[in-house]
Nanobody, 117 residues
Framework: QVQVAESGGGSVQAGGSLRLSCTAPGFTSKNCGIMWYRQAEGKQREWVLTSHNVGTTIYVDSVKGRFTISKDNAKDTVYLQMDKLKFEDTAMYSC???????????WGQGTQVTVSS
């Protein structure tokens, strides 16, 4: 099992940027993929992106061209660069690993992103 920890959230004005981090010790050596989700207050959790261990990343349409994922394998950390943020991006962001049975992770505590219009 992999333990994930998210960080980097905060408050920003619309049009601004934030970089979130998802640290998941062991996910590189286990060839796990990473998914990001977000949940706005009063709404269901929404899938944001899936990043496969081979490098392919798929984004939800609403963030394409604005969000970019990168990885630091040495640190077992995935970064989510969020640019041109919109009010509707306001949510609690969480990451999760996937892949082989050793890649299972529980939900982390998440990191709050608040965008003011």
């Amino acid at each position: 099992q992999v333990q994930v920890a998210e960080s980097g959230g905060g408050s920003v004005q619309a049009g601004g940027s934030l970089r979130l981090s998802c640290t998941a010790p062991g996910f590189t050596s286990k060839n796990c993929g990473i998914m990001w989700y977000r949940q706005a207050e009063g709404k269901q959790r929404e899938w944001v992106l899936t990043s496969h261990n081979v490098g392919t990343t798929i984004y939800v349409d609403s963030v394409k061209g604005r969000f970019t994922i990168s990885k630091d394998n040495a640190k077992d950390t995935v970064y989510l660069q969020m640019d041109k943020l919109k009010f509707e991006d306001t949510a609690m962001y969480s990451c999760k690993t996937f892949g082989s049975s050793g890649c299972y992770s529980d939900w982390g505590q998440g990191t709050q992103v608040t965008v003011s219009s």
